[in-house]
């Protein structure tokens, strides 16, 4: 037994929450002029704004964190639209969020855990009453109020019966023993998420019930992927949808389309057909059209998503912004049914456009901006009413606020980190013209200063690389750059081919040859700000999550210029990746031609495993503990890997932390930025 706890101690696995490693970057500091860890519990940001209908007011999520539960915490404030002048309109104990105004502007629904679970709530504006309209046994989705205000149409989880496999052997549990937990019996391809982990048998179902309160009636059944958001038919006698209803949805992620709901009967009648998914309707005001999102499935690693209208049965489907090429988030019809004002990423910063009913698209003066805080990623949202349009903006320097147009310029409704960051001094972030090495592509790329940077000087550097990997980074404000560049470093992060928002060609330039030639790009990316005169080429430092992690992983496995590597939550071996992740399909159906056993070589060349021999850096692999995206096992082959190899490693993982919420509590995001600090400083060289 000594001996067994000797070769632990000697393998350097660390367990977040405390980290072993410390860094300056991430120490309580009173007073500090940077940004600091103890900082993340202070900052908020503005979400999901909704215009009240008439456009005299928005509601939106003000999201913050609690320091004593270390966890997000999400209020709802309502703004004039007018005057600017805002005040809370429900928060206290629990979370309050998904505010839906009624169609009267008279009520606003939204979805609380007040009372412990996640419940419905309706609030009469006039007089402040609020009121619980259901007990549910779920949390409740996609609100959506039906036109004349009497009812809600919501999605919630319903359970399912699933397999059973009980037999006459089984023993029989005496009364008031303590048994371990049933058996988990698991059927079908879609069992697990990264967000919720192993699923329960059953689905999201649609439900309705009385906007003054009542028992919910359920309207679909069945085993099928049911999706948001709703949209009812202008006389409330029918609700639109999407869903994954057809024989075999399970094993194609494209067999999604739009059906009509008939309220009074349960009777489901699907409106489209083609191969690709169709979701996301939303009837027009007079309700003779529907607009949708959807694309032709080509099986190609990255694929638009477009905007369509359609007559109200589904036929005469046409494409609105024919020409656009760009991928379109979310969008809302005007109010007189003539034209639609959509989201979109472009060149890294979101925007909105607007396309009339014949195709034709004007550009909107508005910059949209919001998200995730640990890494400046593209993101926002928007609502509109009255004439009136409410949008999330954030900047290099701040997070999400609120800005509102109302009839003129926009107006910036919120100042949510004033009081935190403007006594801050923050890393500058300045865009870096980056031409690939390949083909002269050019390639987006940005440098983060550290705060009262001095010219005159050199920085070491970080390579900080996304994830996707068919996403985008953007000029906005991300509390791993700044506490990076905090800690003393030069921080580089790019838009490598591959990445969105700069054409459907950019984006595939890496189809079925991930990681590849973006290894290339990102290499230019580092020669460029070299060349600038201000990075120390003695210390340059490569970390990155998921695919970003794919590439850190790689990088070290073909150049040895780095001095220290931090690969997070990668992909390490396509093989395993595909057969344990919670996106089978995607990694096997769309990033390969083929399965693992028809074509292992492709996934064996495209692996970072397949390149441990070569890799001399010190690395820390990063992972969280509920990681059901890039699985736990991924990094651990890794760093057992690199520690049979004895390459300097160690393994942080972070507890009760999924893929995509490795940053969510403020505690862990600061500690993990701290130990990757931590670790890189151990091999500068000073």
């Not at 500091?29 to 202070?42: C, E, H, M, N, V």
């Not at 309502?78 to 105004?101: C, E, F, K, Y």
Request: charged share 20%; aromatic share 10%.
């Amino acid at each position: 037994m000594k001996k067994l706890t000797l070769l632990l101690a000697a393998s350097a696995c660390l367990i977040a929450a405390p980290f072993t490693f410390v860094s300056g970057a991430v120490a309580q500091i009173p007073g500090s002029r940077t940004l600091t860890a103890q900082d993340l519990f202070s900052l908020e940001q503005a979400t999901d704004p909704q215009v009240r209908p008439g456009g005299k007011q928005v509601v939106y999520v003000r999201a913050s964190n609690d320091i004593n539960s270390d966890r997000a915490r999400r209020s709802i404030w309502i703004v004039d639209a007018a005057t600017g002048a805002q005040q809370p309109l429900v928060a206290g104990t629990g979370n309050h969020m998904s505010p839906r105004w009624s169609p009267d502007g008279k009520r606003l629904a939204y979805v609380s855990t007040s009372e412990g679970s996640a419940q419905l709530f309706v609030r009469w504006m006039d007089t402040g009453a609020t009121a619980r309209v259901a007990t549910l046994p779920e949390g409740p989705d996609s609100i959506a109020w039906s036109p004349d205000g009497r009812s809600i149409a919501f999605l919630m989880f319903t359970g399912g019966s699933g397999l059973s496999l009980t037999s006459g052997t089984a023993p029989s549990k005496p009364e008031g023993a303590t048994w371990a937990e049933p058996l988990k019996i698991i059927e079908g391809l879609r069992y697990k998420t990264d967000s919720e982990g192993f699923l329960k048998p059953g689905a999201g179902q649609i439900y309705v019930v009385s906007s003054d309160g009542g028992a919910p009636r359920q309207l679909t059944t069945g085993a099928f992927d049911n999706q948001g958001p709703l949209s009812w038919s202008h006389d409330g006698q029918k609700i639109l949808f999407s869903s994954a209803r057809e024989s075999g949805w399970e094993h194609d992620p494209a067999l999604v389309d739009l059906y009509e709901l008939t309220v009074s009967s349960g009777a489901v009648k699907r409106l489209t057909d083609r191969v690709g998914p169709d979701f996301a309707p939303a009837l027009s005001p007079d309700g003779k059209l529907i607009a949708y999102l959807g694309f032709d499935d080509r099986k190609a690693a990255y694929q638009d998503t477009h905007l369509y209208v359609a007559d109200a049965d589904g036929s005469n489907p046409r494409r609105l912004a024919p020409d656009l090429d760009r991928s379109v988030d979310d969008f809302r019809w005007a109010a007189d049914g003539k034209s639609i004002t959509f989201q979109y990423v472009d060149q890294a910063i979101t925007r909105l456009g607007k396309a009339d009913l014949s195709g034709k698209v004007s550009p909107m003066a508005f910059n949209l901006g919001g998200g995730g805080l640990d890494r400046p990623y593209s993101g926002g949202g928007f609502d509109m009413s009255g004439g009136v349009i409410a949008y999330t903006r954030a900047t290099t320097q701040r997070p999400a606020d609120l800005y509102i147009q109302n009839g003129g310029a926009s107006v910036q409704a919120t100042r949510l980190n004033e009081d935190l960051l403007g006594g801050k001094t923050l890393g500058k972030v300045e865009a870096l013209e980056v031409k690939s090495s390949i083909d002269g592509r050019p390639v987006g790329a940005w440098l983060v200063y550290p705060p009262n940077f001095d010219p005159a000087k050199k920085y070491p550097l970080i390579l900080e690389i996304h994830g996707g990997p068919n996403t985008s980074y953007g000029p906005y404000f991300a509390t791993d750059m700044q506490l990076y560049a905090a800690a003393g470093y030069i921080v580089l992060y790019t838009n490598p081919r591959g990445s969105t928002s700069y054409g459907e060609e950019f984006a595939n330039l890496i189809d079925k040859k991930y990681p590849g030639p973006d290894y290339d790009d990102l290499m230019s990316a580092v020669d460029t700000a070299i060349a600038k005169g201000n990075v120390d080429d003695r210390n340059l430092f490569v970390t990155g999550g998921s695919g970003g992690g794919v590439l850190t992983a790689w990088i070290i496995g073909k150049t040895d210029r780095f001095r220290a590597a931090a690969p997070q939550k990668p992909v390490i071996n396509w093989t395993t990746e595909a057969l344990t992740s919670d996106i089978p399909l995607v990694t096997a159906g769309y990033w390969f031609a083929k399965f693992p056993w028809e074509d292992q070589q492709s996934y064996w060349a495209r692996s970072p495993l397949s390149l441990v021999g070569n890799v001399k850096t010190p690395t820390l692999v990063v992972v969280g503990e509920n990681d059901y995206r890039t699985p736990v096992s991924e990094a651990a082959q890794y760093y057992q890997a690199l520690q049979l190899r004895k390459v300097p490693s160690a393994f942080v993982i972070v507890p009760g932390a999924s893929h995509g919420g490795i940053a969510a509590r403020p505690s862990q995001s600061g500690a993990k930025a701290g130990a990757i600090i931590a670790w890189f400083e151990k091999y500068r060289v000073k």
